[in-house]
């Protein structure tokens, strides 16, 4: 059997999109491939080292049939641009050592972003005998200058090098959205392009009837509590006139959403913070929808909730804009909200009947999903690339 190694920022026990992708990628290769993850010791959202892994450098260990070996890395979640570059370093820095002592194999896939990770990865790999594939969640720099996380300038310019060189260096790249591979396209024609969604691998569920026990429409969120998501914008815009909203997660705006409710007590606002993957799908078939917001619209991005929600067959709002809003539209998943719009937002919550949101829609959203977003078929599309 042939050995590939993936290298990624994120990997469970963390949670998020980007660690579930790439856990459903590599179990899916490990029936044709020797599969080693390489990844840093867990912080993700936390900032901090989790408990299991604390002053460790190295720990490798045999999970479903998958190697996975944990780097040391300076972990934080600081808003410092320059404690988060040295995090960033560090793991390079951690990478470049593994790389010197142990022998790679021929097919690498590597994660993008982090950047820097990202070029670490393709800078020293680079090999005639080697094949690399770029895995492309997300279009870094222009993603962190549409949410303001970055400004122009030098330092964008030397971001958006580091970006030209991961893909001219890439034999393969998947992108998860067709405005990356278009991007990309734009950028260098090297590479080949390669739709790869952020399709779960998950057991189908019966849907049952939910209690319509009152008028109340019942949103829930659920996901990373960050800067992209805008969930505490989200509390202070939305109109409660006959809606509650029901927030589950973790992450940076986490204390600020806590606060916001704390102060305002009188609005059907409900925390439960960060509870895992297998209760919350249980958890959100209480809920009459499901809300997808992003604060601004962000070119390349597809939330991968729109496919894991679909699959549970939950009817979903959609407020971000782009790609996405084409997916909900099309496959008919929901109801849409102009990106950045939060009177068009509330306008198309109340426009939401919510005795329509029964069995047979539910049922039919979820049909509709396993019928088109199937991840062992886009898998087996791979495998052929690769």
């Known amino acids: 059997m042939k050995n590939i190694m993936i290298v990624t920022s994120y990997f469970p026990p963390e949670i998020g999109a980007a660690s579930n992708r790439i856990f459903h990628l590599a179990e899916g290769l490990q029936s044709d ?16 080292i989790f408990d299991a ?8 260990s045999r999970e479903n ?16 641009k320059f404690v988060r570059l040295f995090a960033m370093l560090s793991y390079s820095m951690s990478l470049v050592w593994f ?4 022998k790679i194999p021929d097919k690498v896939i590597v994660q993008s972003p982090p950047l820097l990770v990202a070029f670490t990865c393709m800078f020293f790999l680079r090999s005639k005998k080697r094949k690399l594939i770029l895995n492309v969640s997300d279009l ?9 996380a970055l400004k122009q300038g030098f330092g964008y310019k030397m971001l958006q090098k580091l970006e030209h060189f991961n893909y001219k260096a890439a034999d393969l790249v998947l992108g998860q959205s067709n405005e990356i591979l278009t991007h990309v396209g734009k950028i260098t024609s090297k590479p080949q392009l390669f739709l790869y969604r952020n399709y779960p691998n998950i057991n189908r569920q019966d849907i049952t009837e939910t209690s319509l026990d009152n008028n109340t429409l019942k949103i829930v969120y659920a996901g990373l509590l960050g800067v992209a998501q805008g969930i505490l914008k989200l509390c202070k815009e939305l109109d409660y006139d006959n809606i509650e909203l029901h927030i589950y997660g973790s992450g940076a705006e986490e204390n600020d959403i806590k606060a916001f409710i704390e102060n305002n007590k ?29 604060l601004n619209r962000i070119y390349g991005s597809v939330p991968s909730k729109i496919f894991e929600y679909a699959k549970l067959g939950l009817p979903m709002l959609y407020f971000g804009g782009g790609e996405g809003e084409g997916v909900i539209n099309e496959y008919n998943l929901g109801w849409v909200a102009r990106a950045g ?33 199937d991840f062992e078929i886009q898998l087996k599309l791979l495998k052929k690339l690769l």
């Open 33 to 48: 491939y020797n599969v080693t993850v390489v990844t840093p010791l867990p912080n993700y959202p936390t900032g901090k």
């Open 53 to 60: 892994y604390k002053g460790k450098f190295k720990v490798k």
């Open 266 to 294: 009188d609005l059907p606002i409900h925390f439960y913070g960060r509870v895992d993957r297998a209760k919350l799908h249980s958890e959100l078939k209480n809920y009459d929808i499901v809300i997808i917001p992003l």
């Open 341 to 373: 719009d939060y009177n068009d937002l509330n306008s198309t919550v109340k426009s939401i009947e919510k005795e329509k949101l029964n069995v047979d829609l539910k049922q039919k959203i979820q049909q509709t999903a396993y019928k088109n977003f």
């Open 140 to 148: 870094w720099p222009s993603a962190g200058f549409e949410l303001g």
């Open 99 to 102: 790389f010197m002592w142990h």
């Open 65 to 80: 049939n998958i190697t996975i070996v944990r780097l040391w890395l300076y972990a934080s979640k600081s808003k410092n």
